[in-house]
């Protein structure tokens, strides 16, 4: 019970600050509609077999853009750490009885909780540009942002606790992101590209978890398509939570 009581002080404490700087949110979420308003509009003149959809490009490109939304708004996340480290914040919670595992989740559930609320949103304007797809696809795509949420964010955390520099954490996330999103087929389906690209974006867990949102969106529910993206999400979930967990522990003995 204090775990939790600790977690919900520290997510009320980070949710108090967003509120009274809300402008990053509002950022954060003005490029995936940037993108939904300037790039949907080509996908229309896709055939749409290429899409996989069914006469909906949108089906296509909103899951797309919430993953992106969530690899963007959940991996720089950690520059807040770093930020509170520099300012002493971090170092007065250590001499404080709260748990240091409710540091970090008091944090990411902060994180998750604006990531959904984004997510809500670029629905609602994805619908006003044409978007048709059941609701319980778009709950299913939540879901698959908090999944994403929570362990992107925790890693970041963890991440940014570990290099202290802005310098060095911008550049590192940079270059591990920027081929994972080229690859998962956000844009445009990987299908449109050479074999040899195809199999390299395989790497990409992305690809994985986007194919899924696709695939619900097109009230396709049950299925290897799904069943992988599931298991990619949460797996990545899960790892990237014990080693932020292991690293917050460890760094704030």
């Known amino acids: 019970m204090s775990f939790i009581r600790d977690t919900l002080m ?50 296509f490109f909103v899951p797309g853009l919430l993953i992106q939304l969530g690899l963007f708004g959940s991996t720089f996340v950690g520059f807040a750490i770093i930020s509170d480290w520099r300012a002493g914040v971090i170092e007065r919670f250590r001499v404080t009885p709260v748990s240091r595992l409710a540091i970090m989740a008091g944090r990411v559930l902060r994180d998750v909780v604006t990531l959904v609320v984004q997510a809500a949103v670029l629905v609602l304007v994805g619908v006003a540009f044409g978007l048709r797809a059941p609701v319980a696809a778009v709950f299913i795509g939540f879901g698959f942002i908090v999944l994403v949420a929570v362990g992107l964010a925790s890693v970041s955390y963890a991440t940014g606790l570990l290099v202290k520099s802005e310098d060095s954490f911008a550049p590192l996330v940079n ?43 097109q009230g396709q529910y049950f299925n290897t398509i799904m069943v992988e993206g599931i298991a990619v999400a949460a797996g990545m979930a899960v790892l990237f939570l014990w080693l932020g967990s292991r690293v917050f522990v460890r760094e704030n003995a």
């Open 175 to 217: 270059t591990v992101v920027v081929p994972l999103l080229l690859l998962s087929g956000i844009f445009l389906p990987m299908t449109l590209g050479p074999g040899w690209l195809q199999g390299v974006a395989r790497i990409s867990p992305f690809r994985y978890i986007i194919d899924a949102m696709r695939e619900a969106y």
């Open 10 to 59: 520290v997510f009320r404490r980070q949710e108090r600050l967003a509120l009274r700087n809300p402008a990053w949110v509002i950022i954060g979420l003005m490029q995936p509609i940037l993108y939904l308003a300037l790039f949907g509009p080509l996908l229309t003149r896709l055939p749409a077999a290429t899409l996989g959809t069914t006469g909906n490009a949108y089906k």
